[in-house]
C-alpha cells in the first residue's frame, strides 16, 4: 500500500540504499539464516563491526579478520585482506554491492556470495565464529591465528 501511495520515502530509511520492493529480493532463495545475513548487512543492522548494537555504546569498529579498517558491508566482502583467498575462489565477478550492481540480478552471484558467507561466517553472531577466523596482534605484526 505504501509502494502504491507514492510513500516510498517514508517506508524506507535513510540509511537503506536499496529500493524498497513487492516481490522478494533474489538473496531470499538462499537459505533463512544465510538471507537472513544478507538482509542484515545491507541494511546496515548486521553483525558486523561497524554496525550499530544495543548492547555496546562504544565498540571497536575495526574488522576481527584483518584489523586494518571499519567492518563494513563493503570491507567484509569485498575488501578485507583476511578472506582474500576465499573471495577470490567464490566471487571473481562480483564487484560492487550497490542497488543497481549485477549481483543482485545473477542468481550465480548470489549463491556465490551466499557460499562465501557460509565459507567465512560473514556477518554471524560472534559466538558462532571460531577463533581461527580472526586476527591476534603481537607487537610488530598481525598474524592468522
Same mark, same amino acid.
Given at each position: 500500500?505504501?509502494?502504491?501511495?507514492?510513500?516510498?520515502?517514508?517506508?524506507?530509511?535513510?540509511?537503506?540504499?536499496?529500493?524498497?520492493?513487492?516481490?522478494?529480493?533474489?538473496?531470499?532463495?538462499?537459505?533463512?539464516?544465510?538471507?537472513? $545475513?544478507? &538482509?542484515?548487512? %545491507? +541494511?546496515?543492522?548486521?553483525?558486523? *563491526?561497524?554496525?550499530?548494537?544495543? #548492547?555496546?555504546? /562504544?565498540?571497536?569498529?575495526?574488522?576481527?579478520?584483518?584489523?586494518?579498517?571499519?567492518?563494513?558491508?563493503?570491507?567484509?566482502?569485498?575488501?578485507?585482506?583476511?578472506?582474500?583467498?576465499?573471495?577470490?575462489?567464490?566471487?571473481?565477478?562480483?564487484?560492487?554491492?550497490?542497488?543497481?550492481?549485477?549481483?543482485?540480478? $545473477?542468481? &550465480?552471484?548470489? %549463491? +556465490?556470495?551466499?557460499?562465501?558467507? *557460509?565459507?567465512?561466517?560473514?556477518? #554471524?553472531?560472534? /559466538?558462532?565464529?571460531?577463533?581461527?577466523?580472526?586476527?591476534?596482534?603481537?607487537?610488530?605484526?598481525?598474524?592468522?591465528?
Amino acid at each position: 500500500m505504501l509502494l502504491q501511495d507514492g510513500a516510498t520515502d517514508a517506508a524506507t530509511p535513510s540509511y537503506y540504499e536499496y529500493p524498497p520492493s513487492l516481490t522478494p529480493r533474489p538473496f531470499m532463495g538462499l537459505g533463512k539464516f544465510v538471507a537472513g $545475513r544478507v &538482509h542484515q548487512m %545491507r +541494511a546496515g543492522k548486521g553483525y558486523l *563491526a561497524a554496525h550499530p548494537s544495543l #548492547f555496546n555504546e /562504544d565498540p571497536d569498529l575495526t574488522c576481527p579478520r584483518c584489523g586494518t579498517e571499519a567492518e563494513t558491508f563493503q570491507h567484509a566482502i569485498l575488501t578485507c585482506p583476511a578472506q582474500a583467498r576465499v573471495r577470490d575462489l567464490l566471487r571473481k565477478a562480483i564487484s560492487s554491492l550497490g542497488q543497481d550492481a549485477t549481483l543482485w540480478s $545473477r542468481p &550465480h552471484l548470489i %549463491r +556465490a556470495l551466499g557460499e562465501f558467507i *557460509a565459507d567465512t561466517k560473514t556477518g #554471524f553472531p560472534l /559466538d558462532m565464529i571460531p577463533e581461527c577466523f580472526f586476527v591476534s596482534f603481537s607487537s610488530s605484526s598481525l598474524s592468522q591465528v
